[in-house]
């Protein structure tokens, strides 16, 4: 990650750019120059906190951060990640200390570690779930309307199982054809 430089990230997003209507970095913690070069050109910053102490000082610190370098909070959504009860620290205390609240509160479920043991974004293996439906109604301002319509449509109908078997075939077909690219160059 060190070699990484700011230009190297700036040319991957551009070459994105030319192919996909929407780029998702996840980037790191710490704010590196690559990370700044990304947060240069992003539309919106999502930013995840969970309900323990570190998680909750780091945000903290981080928006902090974000204002000295003078960059405008505007366009920035903290989502609660793992929201649950008992832990010690309450969302409500937690929200207290940022002036913008959550845009999400995406409640912990263990749906979610099974679906990464799958390979299956959640929203695709437990579709009418909780965690889904957080995360898709929390994401729908940045989503077409057509777009979302139709994946609600898409989710009502099938109850997910056909949207999950196409997302698998879909994927299973690309891997195919990376394997075939792969094997005719070499």
Do not use: C
């Not at 997003?13 to 947060?39: K, N």
């Not at 301002?141 to 997910?160: F, I």
């Amino acid at each position: 990650a060190d070699n990484i430089r700011p230009q190297d990230v700036l040319r991957v997003l551009d070459a994105a750019q030319r192919h996909f209507d929407y780029e998702i970095v996840d980037t790191p913690t710490g704010l590196g120059e690559a990370v700044l070069a990304a947060l240069d050109r992003s539309e919106h910053l999502f930013v995840l906190a969970a309900l323990d102490l570190p998680s909750v000082r780091n945000l903290r610190l981080f928006l902090q951060t974000l204002d000295r370098l003078r960059i405008p909070t505007d366009d920035i959504s903290v989502l609660l990640n793992k929201d649950q009860t008992g832990v010690g620290i309450d969302a409500a205390q937690v929200e207290k200390l940022f002036p913008g609240g959550f845009r999400a509160k995406i409640p912990f479920d263990r749906e979610v570690p099974k679906s990464m043991n799958l390979g299956v974004p959640v929203v695709f293996s437990t579709p009418t779930g909780q965690v889904a439906q957080q995360i898709m109604e929390s994401m729908l301002p940045w989503v077409p309307s057509s777009a979302a319509q139709a994946l609600r449509d898409e989710l009502a109908r099938a109850g997910g199982k056909s949207v999950l078997k196409r997302w698998r075939q879909r994927r299973h077909n690309r891997k195919a054809r990376v394997e075939v690219a792969l094997d005719a160059e070499g």
